[in-house]
């Protein structure tokens, strides 16, 4: 069909509360994945990353959250700050035989209330 | 602080001029990557190269993109001739892998007229 152009879900957090990014991906054989951070003007950065083998990852002030049956990714930013304003993307390498196939979803536009 | 950069930064041209963009990977890293981002289409893949071979380029428009890695420090996406729809911020990532965390550039603005 044609593209009318991304409709980014947004999300508004006042500042100082926890975020939560939700992420559907495709392809349940997909064994590794990545969530980028992109402010205004620069390139995605990467968070945080967790593989298949595992459910839960922490790290600083972020958790990301794998729910294999549903094809589900969490990002969880905890006592969120107006630097935490971008737009967040999910990313999910693909099975072993296209490991570089990244596919990145669309994004989520997340605003923090000061 | 290793970063990919990218030159240049902005670049503005006419429909039908050849336009060049440029890479440097963070040393070390074996992979390249070339996407293009525009609120259409989001994050596409173009090209990437592993130890400076191409391994795929399907999502390049084969009569005008070209993409190139001349040396380990430099990898080069090519577009000639221009056209508007080709405006667009082009990314380079570099990456250690497979599998690949990529690092990505600041990017490259194109706009053309």
């Known amino acids: 069909g044609e593209s009318v152009g991304l409709h980014l879900p947004t999300l508004s957090v006042q500042e100082g509360d926890n975020s939560i990014i939700n992420c559907a991906y495709s392809?349940?054989?997909?064994?590794?994945f990545i969530w980028y951070k992109q402010e205004s003007g620069k390139g995605p950065q990467f968070i945080i990353d967790?593989?298949?083998?595992?459910d839960k990852r922490q790290g600083q002030r972020v958790t990301v959250l794998l729910n294999k049956t549903v094809k589900h990714l969490s990002l969880q930013i905890a006592a969120t700050q107006p630097g935490d304003s971008a737009v967040y993307f999910c990313?999910?390498?693909?099975?072993?035989?296209?490991?570089?196939?990244?596919?990145f979803g669309p994004g989520t536009s997340l605003s923090v209330i000061p | 602080d290793a970063r990919v950069t990218q030159t240049p930064r902005h670049k503005v041209t006419e429909m039908g001029q050849e336009v060049t963009m440029r890479c440097q990977p963070i040393?070390?890293?074996?992979?390249v990557f070339w996407y293009r981002q525009t609120m259409m289409q989001g994050l596409e893949l173009l090209a990437y190269?592993?130890?400076?071979?191409?391994?795929?380029d399907s999502g390049m428009p084969k009569d005008r993109f070209s993409a190139e890695m001349p040396d380990a420090t430099l990898a080069t996406l090519k577009i000639q001739p221009s056209e508007p729809r080709d405006s667009a911020v082009y990314f380079c990532?570099?990456?250690?892998?497979?599998?690949?965390?990529?690092?990505f550039g600041p990017g490259t603005r194109l706009t053309v007229l």
């Open positions: 967790i593989r298949s083998n595992m």
């Open positions: 990532a570099s990456g250690l892998g497979p599998p690949n965390t990529q690092y």
């Open positions: 990313a999910e390498n693909g099975p072993k035989t296209s490991y570089d196939k990244v596919i």
């Open positions: 190269f592993r130890n400076r071979a191409p391994l795929d």
């Open positions: 040393l070390g890293h074996n992979t």
């Open positions: 392809n349940s054989a997909s064994d590794y």
